[in-house]
Nanobody, 116 residues
Framework: QVQLVESGGGLVQAGGSLRLSCAAS????????LGWFRQAPGKEREFVAA????????DNADSVKGRFTISRDNSKNTVDLQMNNLKPKDTAVYYC?????????WGQGTQVTVSS
């Protein structure tokens, strides 16, 4: 059974930093890309960042480029999202994601709130 568990969210002032972590269990995902999405109140879930199976290739949404960095540790089956220079518009629930055998798996989400 695939399970993703996020942690690291919280309340931070604008300009601050947070580091989110996602621990995957149920199988090893070293052959799969991993990603982060977010959903703000009243809005659709949107892509934030993704990292290739080896960690060598990353992709970020334009809205977070230069501020967020995604990384993974295949030995621990984890994927992290370092978020710097946070803005109030980054306020959302952040979700870890993996596609495994053509099925999308999501964590329960972790709340990030950025105050102005």
């Amino acid at each position: 059974q695939v399970q993703l568990v996020e942690s690291g969210g919280g309340l931070v002032q604008a300009g601050g930093s947070l580091r989110l972590s996602c621990a995957a269990s149920g199988r090893t995902f070293s052959s799969h890309a991993l990603g982060w999405f977010r959903q703000a109140p009243g809005k659709e879930r949107e892509f934030v960042a993704a990292v290739s199976n080896s960690g060598g290739i990353t992709d970020n949404a334009d809205s977070v480029k230069g501020r967020f960095t995604i990384s993974r540790d295949n030995s621990k089956n984890t994927v992290d999202l370092q978020m710097n220079n946070l803005k109030p518009k980054d306020t959302a629930v952040y979700y870890c994601h993996v596609t495994f055998r053509n099925l999308d798996y999501w964590g329960q989400g972790t709340q990030v709130t950025v105050s102005s």
